[in-house]
């Protein structure tokens, strides 16, 4: 089972930024894509980022421009830069990794950690 350690959520105000953390760790594969998705209040979740294992990132439009997404294959760690952030970024956010086992792809998630943004 794939376990991950979240951390860098918090309150921010509009216009502020804040750095997201992941590391995976617990899968015998390789992790192809990594990355994390959110759910706002009353909302279903949604894509942010994610990034493959060769670096190809792919980002929601809207945090285009905002948003920055690393990986750090050998740590199997993902981090998220969000700046200039806005009210409508606030939600849940989960870090993601998708695993290829032999051939069959699986999608694990964290636990979550609360981003807000207001004055």
């Known amino acids: 089972q794939v376990q991950f350690v979240e951390s860098g959520g918090g309150l921010v105000q509009p216009g502020g930024s804040l750095r997201l953390s992941c590391a995976a760790s617990g899968s015998r594969f390789s992790i192809y894509a990594m990355g994390w998705y959110r759910q706002p209040p009353g909302k279903q979740r949604e894509l942010v980022a994610t990034i493959t294992s060769g670096g190809s990132p792919n980002y929601a439009d809207s945090v285009k421009g905002r948003f920055t997404i690393s990986r750090d294959n050998v740590k199997n760690t993902v981090d998220l830069q969000m700046n200039n952030l806005k009210p409508e970024d606030t939600a849940v956010y989960y870090c993601?990794?998708?695993?290829?086992?032999?051939?069959?792809?699986?999608?694990?998630w964290g636990q979550g950690t609360q981003v807000t943004v207001s004055s």
């Open positions: 993601y990794a998708r695993i290829y086992e032999t051939l069959t792809p699986y999608n694990y």
